[in-house]
């Protein structure tokens, strides 16, 4: 029957990538570091009941119904450590260590979105910095 059995069911648990790299199917997750969960199993989309309170609030604000742009983000592992992939700046935002890592999948992804929103809209951001240094406005 389809969709009985996923290739994300042969991952033991959220640390085997980091620590099995031969686990890595695609040139893509070997180069990520990390599986790629929804070209394993397509019902990776958010679960809404796992929003954080941030989360919400964001989205209250935004006027959004849903995820949308952060569907695709999902917790994965640079060097050992947690952390989520932020594709604007083509580089790794790490979970500080005195945060808690969920071990539900569901509320890492969620936790993954948080980080990333809260990150662009930082001080921290080397865009921000950018558009300081070069904006026409």
């Not at 009985?4 to 199917?25: A, C, F, G, M, V």
């Not at 199993?41 to 949308?68: A, C, Q, S």
């Not at 999948?105 to 936790?111: A, F, T, V």
């Amino acid at each position: 029957m389809a969709g009985t059995k996923h290739k994300s069911s042969e991952l033991k648990d959220i640390h085997q990538s980091s620590e099995d790299p031969e686990s890595l199917k695609s040139d893509r997750e070997h180069e990520i570091g990390q599986h790629i969960g929804y070209r394993y199993d397509v019902n990776l989309l958010p679960d809404y009941d796992r929003l954080t309170p941030f989360l919400k609030h964001y989205m209250e604000i935004m006027g959004w119904d849903d995820l949308n742009w952060l569907e695709d983000v999902h917790m994965g592992f640079e060097d050992g450590h947690a952390a989520v992939f932020d594709r604007n700046i083509n580089g790794w935002i790490r979970v500080p260590d005195a945060i808690k890592v969920p071990e539900n999948e569901q509320e890492r992804h969620m936790l993954a979105r948080e980080m990333l929103v809260k990150f662009q809209m930082s001080n921290r951001n080397p865009l921000i910095a950018l558009n300081k240094a070069y904006g026409k406005f």
